[in-house]
DNA sequence: CGGGGTATTGAGTGCCTTCAACCCCCGTGG
DNA sequence: CCACGGGGGTTGAAGGCACTCAATACCCCG
């Protein structure tokens, strides 16, 4: 995986702001066709990334943001011993990147693991669009807000819930987002995390969270693996979920 | 202590921005003598919080935001079956409660464990001097940063470390942050953190959290117990602590 | 029809938890 | 100054959840 390439590939037909299906849930959401067409104009390029490419890696200076218009692609910090913790899967309309000063390292990596297309805005082109119109710094801040919400969230239940709590309420996040992006989560539908990135992302190893996934499989309530999610009964998939809190 | 009143008690005697010690760490840290002048007038009031006290619980609407001026607070989360999930401990300079909709209800709870002295802004008057003075809002967005870089750091070593690497990560982080406002870490100084308290913090019981910490004591590398921190071997500490990352 | 990555399963182990008892520290009040 | 009480800290025993190691099976892609 690491020895992929790691650069994005520049794409030859840009989607309109306007014709943009991640916008609804991304930075411009609030915004008319009007405010679209004068801030479209900041937009540095559009690339694809292919699974188990980088976007960045940690210790990286991006001098962009990202906007990920489609695709699946995991956030995550890597320890001295080389485990992960997977921080946030990402989806259509989440930015990622941004921080107050570009010149400063990241300190995260962010991976595609399903092909991915994303929109870059430069820090230069930043500056510039909210030089230009400052009531954009508001969504901007409740964009990081929100993640950091959901970091604190993720480090609650992570820090407290036994796993298998911990898989219902990570696995019912995932479907709730894929649900806003109008999929519909009875059907047998696409889930590119291996069982590794799961374990990874709520603090358990891989062959514990095989046993709970064989668990939750075998009670009729879900059968996630091999690039696909089937959600057999949400109420009781949620009812664990919900006891967390 | 769930019983102690909730509120804080408004002092007499206010600190002006430019004598307050806190400021160094806090949101007008890069701000000149002059910028405080005008910044300060939209202070809404300074209380103080005694130990046990909450500044606001989860699912409150405080509708001020806060600087700690001086104390020790924590931040946490509550689950259904009443354990809790510390996100951080907040020091002087740390600014706590503020969103961008001040109308919706906080998902954390805030409460001091030792005497507290706190400098409110009501979002009316956040907002005015939001208004009035635009560069400000780049330093909020800044503390919210520091604040969801630190979430992912507790994130990742909760997730994935194991209990005594996890408790010196903590440590250090602390004592560097007590450091940082100019103690003596060589000290036995306050710690006023109980072993229930960190064992919150990292993710484990409190039992486990006191033969940890026996362990680190009968190593001669940190006695922390009783309301105090001694640290005997910060160089061992520390290198526990960094070989998480 | 391989082959590589992913998932599964078992056996054995151990970190951490639970439960429960006890002790220590320290503040309070006589 | 000491007695007292209570919260916090300590310890042991027992058990379980999750981990490690390792072998096997499965799925999908070329």
């Given at each position: 995986?690491?020895?992929?390439?790691?650069?994005?590939?520049?794409?030859?037909?840009?989607?309109?702001?306007?014709?943009?299906?991640?916008?609804?849930h991304?930075?411009f959401?609030?915004?008319?066709?009007?405010?679209?067409?004068?801030?479209?104009?900041?937009?540095?390029?559009?690339?694809?990334?292919?699974?188990?490419?980088?976007?960045?890696?940690?210790?990286?200076?991006?001098?962009?943001?990202?906007?990920?218009?489609?695709?699946?692609?995991?956030?995550?910090?890597?320890?001295?011993?080389?485990?992960?913790?997977?921080?946030?899967?990402a989806?259509s309309?989440?930015y990622?990147?941004?921080?107050?000063?570009?010149?400063?390292?990241?300190?995260?990596?962010?991976?595609?693991?399903?092909?991915?297309?994303?929109?870059?805005?430069?820090?230069?082109?930043?500056r510039?669009?909210?030089?230009?119109?400052?009531?954009?710094i508001?969504?901007?801040?409740?964009?990081?807000?929100?993640?950091?919400?959901?970091?604190?969230?993720?480090?609650t239940?992570?820090?407290q819930?036994?796993?298998?709590?911990k898989?219902?309420?990570?696995?019912?996040?995932?479907l709730?987002?894929?649900?806003?992006r109008?999929?519909?989560?009875?059907?047998?539908?696409?889930?590119?995390l291996?069982?590794?990135?799961?374990?990874?992302?709520?603090?358990?190893?891989?062959?514990?969270?095989?046993?709970?996934?064989?668990?939750l499989?075998?009670?009729?309530?879900?059968?996630?693996?091999?690039?696909?999610?089937?959600?057999?009964?949400?109420?009781?998939?949620?009812?664990?979920?919900?006891?967390?809190?």
């Amino acid at each position: 995986m690491s020895l992929l390439p790691k650069h994005p590939v520049e794409v030859e037909e840009t989607i309109s702001c306007q014709d943009c299906a991640s916008r609804r849930h991304a930075w411009f959401k609030q915004c008319t066709a009007n405010d679209l067409h004068h801030y479209q104009i900041f937009r540095t390029s559009q690339n694809t990334l292919a699974a188990g490419e980088y976007l960045f890696m940690e210790g990286d200076t991006p001098t962009s943001a990202y906007t990920l218009q489609d695709g699946w692609a995991i956030c995550f910090k890597t320890l001295s011993n080389g485990q992960r913790q997977v921080l946030s899967v990402a989806f259509s309309g989440d930015y990622l990147g941004y921080r107050t000063n570009m010149n400063e390292p990241i300190d995260y990596s962010v991976m595609a693991v399903k092909d991915c297309r994303i929109c870059s805005f430069s820090e230069k082109n930043i500056r510039q669009l909210l030089a230009k119109n400052p009531e954009l710094i508001q969504s901007l801040f409740s964009i990081q807000e929100t993640q950091a919400n959901a970091c604190r969230t993720r480090l609650t239940y992570v820090g407290q819930a036994p796993a298998k709590l911990k898989l219902a309420y990570f696995l019912v996040n995932i479907l709730d987002k894929l649900k806003d992006r109008g999929i519909d989560i009875q059907q047998n539908i696409e889930f590119p995390l291996t069982h590794e990135d799961v374990a990874d992302a709520i603090g358990i190893t891989s062959v514990h969270m095989c046993r709970i996934a064989v668990e939750l499989r075998r009670s009729n309530i879900v059968d996630c693996r091999h690039n696909h999610i089937r959600v057999m009964d949400f109420d009781a998939l949620n009812k664990l979920a919900t006891s967390v809190f």
